[in-house]
């Protein structure tokens, strides 16, 4: 079963950069689409980027130009690099990915970040 462990997160000031890290246990031989997803306290989940296995890529809005997904040549390690940090990106990010038909799709623990003085 495949299993995602997120490392990465921490406090940071207003302005700074994290990376994300997310490993994932092993393979995926069908297309599939990786994600980070963010949940800030008494909100929602909410999409931040994807990569998919062709690699294509989305982000959310909020945060376009500043932060990038990517990963590595084997494909079991994804990446989140997280630059000109605000306090509204406060939240714990999760790790995704969803593969196969029907859909499975399999969650991280989640790693909590704080952007704070």
């Known amino acids: 079963q495949v299993q995602l462990v997120e490392s990465g997160g921490g406090l940071v000031q207003p302005g700074g950069s994290l990376r994300l890290s997310c490993a994932r246990s092993?393979?995926?031989?069908?297309?599939?689409?990786m994600g980070w997803y963010r949940q800030a306290p008494g909100r929602e989940r909410d999409l931040v980027a994807t990569?998919?296995?062709?690699?294509?890529?989305n982000y959310a809005d909020s945060v376009k130009g500043r932060f990038t997904i990517s990963n590595d040549k084997s494909d079991l390690k994804l990446y989140l690099q997280m630059n000109s940090l605000r306090t509204e990106d406060t939240a714990v990010y999760y790790c995704?990915?969803?593969?196969?038909?029907?859909?499975?799709?399999?969650w991280g623990q989640g790693t909590l970040v704080t952007v704070s003085t």
């Open positions: 995704n990915v969803q593969f196969g038909s029907p859909s499975t799709s399999v």
């Open positions: 990569i998919t296995s062709g690699g294509r890529t």
């Open positions: 092993e393979s995926i031989s069908t297309r599939y689409t």
